[in-house]
């Protein structure tokens, strides 16, 4: 009876593991996670190959330092510290850049959508001209 109620509870939890694996929440969360991860490594990419060089290298350049990691005074590495900053400056700039695009993207669908709704379908509108001419007709009967 021990190895029956072993296998019963066994089965039991793959099948609530099962269950719970095949819930739309947990498939959605991977995959967010996964566009997530690959997206990351796109801005990542775009802030340090292209948008920190551009900004970092002159001021680099007019503070005559070669590398900004490397500031320090008396071991204290503030130039690290200053890199991680201006990182999380950049990185929020670009992100908020990227969220109001979309967002001015969708205000216009929406846009679009109540003009479409707003203007109705030439046939709708003859429909409608044919059912108020033909009420003004019969009214004055």
Not at 4 to 25: A, D, L, T
Not at 26 to 39: H, K, M, R, S, Y
Not at 100 to 110: G, S, T
Request: proline residues 3%; glycine residues 8%.
């Amino acid at each position: 009876m021990g190895l029956q109620n072993g296998r019963q509870r066994i089965g039991g939890f793959f099948g609530e593991f099962k269950e719970f694996i095949s819930k739309g929440n947990v498939i959605d969360l991977a995959i967010a996670v996964i566009i997530g991860g690959a997206f990351g490594k796109i801005i990542t990419s775009l802030i340090e190959d292209i948008i920190t060089p551009v900004i970092l290298n002159p001021a680099l350049s007019a503070a005559r330092v070669d590398d900004l990691t490397k500031l320090q005074i008396n071991g204290v590495k503030y130039g690290v510290f200053l890199a991680a900053v201006i990182n999380f400056v950049v990185i929020s700039f670009v992100i908020f850049l990227i969220i109001r695009a979309f967002a001015a993207m969708k205000r216009k669908e929406k846009r679009q959508e109540a003009i479409a709704e707003i203007v109705p379908d030439p046939q709708e509108r003859l429909t409608l001209a044919i059912e108020r001419l033909a009420a003004i007709m019969e009214s004055k009967q």
